[in-house]
């Protein structure tokens, strides 16, 4: 967990690759009940309501109840951290790819 904020680090969330399959079936689907994502795992429904429980601590999903049955949703905001994360490691590479092409031209002549 983040120091800084009591929710669970969203880097910790979809280190596992349940959990990242849990946020694709959830974003595909809008809006899905508990035991619909059930359905898609070999492992039984208290097994995946924890990983549910770890991505609601990241903020990343979101649940609501409709009579006897808890439906799942996705907060795709928390992602942001992710993708600016990745977007400066992106930079570093073109960077350092775009040096290392103009060091080899420069070898040629």
Known sequence: MNENNPLRDVFD????????QLIRLIAEAGEIPLHELTSQFQMGRTAVSKHLTILKEAGLVLDRKVGRETRYRLNAAPLREIQDW???????????MLRLNQLLEEEEE
């Open 86 to 96: 990745l977007a400066f490691y992106s930079q570093f590479w073109s960077a350092n």
């Open 13 to 20: 969330a979809i280190a596992d690759p349940t959990r990242r």
